[in-house]
């Protein structure tokens, strides 16, 4: 659990083990009300990428949504990725030739994103939210967070954000 994609740097990456990031998009990268990144998006990128680290945006949104809101990242993505299910995951390991072991899913929500990887056997990173609003369908799944977030609390009580 780290406070946003953007503090997490390419040597903590590397010193992980981790030559590619798989990232969703809304609320990860760019808010989900948002039709652009930010200049913060692209210093991050930047940075990843100098250290050879590949991103991959693997959303749930359509086609068009994405490439409209990385165009100017040159970001490949695996569109309508069906998290929870792990199918836009697994397809992004097979077209893009990456190694489970290598990969990381960071996403802002826990019952996709995180559930994706997990059912998929990828490590995952959950970021909070980029802004507190979300699109209404991802109100529902917050409901079902907070169930789930308060079950964790419960077994461990020193969960927190880094």
């Given at each position: 659990?780290?406070?946003?994609?953007?503090?997490?740097?390419?040597?903590?990456l590397?010193?992980?083990?981790?030559?590619?990031?798989?990232?969703?998009?809304?609320?990860t990268l760019?808010?989900?009300?948002?039709?652009?990144?930010?200049?913060e998006?692209?210093?991050?990128?930047?940075?990843?990428?100098?250290?050879?680290i590949?991103v991959i945006?693997?959303?749930?949104n359509?086609?068009?949504?994405?490439?409209?809101?990385?165009?100017?990242?040159?970001l490949?993505?695996?569109?309508?990725?069906m998290?929870p299910?792990?199918?836009?995951i697994?397809?992004a390991?097979?077209?893009?030739h990456?190694k489970?072991k290598?990969?990381?899913?960071i996403?802002?929500?826990?019952?996709?994103?995180?559930?994706?990887?997990?059912n998929?056997?990828?490590r995952?990173?959950?970021?909070?939210?980029l802004?507190?609003?979300?699109?209404?369908?991802?109100?529902?799944?917050r409901?079902?967070?907070?169930?789930?977030?308060?079950?964790?609390?419960?077994?461990y009580?020193?969960?927190?954000?880094?």
């Amino acid at each position: 659990m780290i406070e946003n994609i953007y503090s997490i740097s390419p040597e903590f990456l590397l010193d992980n083990n981790i030559n590619c990031v798989l990232t969703d998009l809304d609320n990860t990268l760019v808010p989900w009300n948002s039709k652009a990144g930010s200049d913060e998006l692209r210093n991050w990128l930047v940075s990843i990428k100098k250290y050879g680290i590949k991103v991959i945006v693997v959303s749930n949104n359509s086609h068009r949504r994405i490439q409209e809101a990385v165009k100017d990242y040159e970001l490949p993505f695996v569109p309508r990725a069906m998290k929870p299910l792990s199918i836009g995951i697994r397809h992004a390991i097979k077209a893009f030739h990456l190694k489970k072991k290598n990969t990381v899913m960071i996403g802002d929500q826990l019952m996709t994103d995180v559930v994706s990887a997990n059912n998929c056997g990828v490590r995952s990173i959950l970021v909070k939210p980029l802004v507190r609003t979300d699109a209404w369908n991802t109100t529902i799944n917050r409901g079902f967070e907070k169930i789930v977030w308060n079950m964790l609390i419960k077994k461990y009580p020193d969960l927190h954000w880094k």
